[in-house]
């Protein structure tokens, strides 16, 4: 598990606060994601990196703003949420090529549990 | 809709039982892997099956694929109290590298 951490743990904000969540992965992989899982849902896929360059974003909505700085750090900027925000974020790392035959094992972190009031 | 859906949603059985979960998925995949989630915790990558594999082994798992089918199981032989957690099937397909997650099968061991 310490090979992506991940904070804060649990975050509480207001609608109109601005707070940022952070993950780094110890591992050495290029390729960095930030997902969200809310109760009796599959766990959706937010923002994709590789290479610190964003390769995928899920139409995820502005308020949630992500920054790739190095290829071990990830951040998801977090303004004017609201209620239905609230979920557990999880961050995700794996090591990515150019086979398509190569294996996408991705090591998360342990999440940071969003409640936004 | 996703990719994958594991059935049942949730199980409980008796420390000592073996469990099976199943997944389906809906589009030809490269490979397929189980992850599992303990409650409010990250995932944790438990075993992948490529798409040209029938079945493997890690430990106390054996997870099957059978493509015409669309479909893979999970088994957890000799289960423990342990064990207890969400279950979650994960395909990629084509080129593309990303996961999709299925809904997930919920464990409950008990003593």
């Known amino acids: 598990e310490t090979g992506v951490t991940q904070t804060p743990r649990h975050l509480v904000m207001g609608m109109t606060n601005k707070k940022s969540l952070k993950c780094e992965q110890h591992l050495g992989h290029n390729a960095m994601y930030w997902y969200k899982q809310s109760a009796k849902k599959p766990l959706e896929l937010m923002f994709v990196y590789n290479f610190k360059e964003q390769t995928e974003n899920n139409s995820v909505p502005s308020r949630f703003s992500p920054e790739c700085p190095n290829s071990s750090h990830l951040f998801l900027h977090l303004h004017t949420l609201q209620p239905e925000d609230s979920a557990l974020y999880l961050c995700a790392s794996s090591q990515e090529g150019t086979s398509a035959l190569l294996v996408n094992t991705q090591y998360f972190g342990p999440g940071t549990r969003l409640t936004v009031l | 809709s996703q990719q994958g859906e594991e059935d049942p949603q949730a199980l409980s059985i008796q420390e000592g039982e073996n469990a099976t979960m199943n997944c389906s998925y809906k589009t030809s995949i490269n490979n397929l892997q189980w992850y599992r989630q303990n409650s409010g915790r990250g995932l944790v990558h438990l075993i992948l099956?490529?798409?040209?594999?029938r079945e493997k082994h890690s430990g106390r798992l054996r997870v099957t694929l059978d493509t015409s089918k669309k479909s893979s199981s999970l088994l957890i032989t000799a289960s423990r109290a342990a064990d207890t957690a969400s279950y979650f099937c994960?395909?990629?397909?084509?080129?593309?590298?990303?996961?999709?997650f299925g809904t997930g099968t919920r464990l409950q061991v008990t003593l």
């Open positions: 994960a395909t990629t397909t084509g080129t593309a590298s990303k996961l999709t």
């Open positions: 099956i490529r798409s040209n594999e």
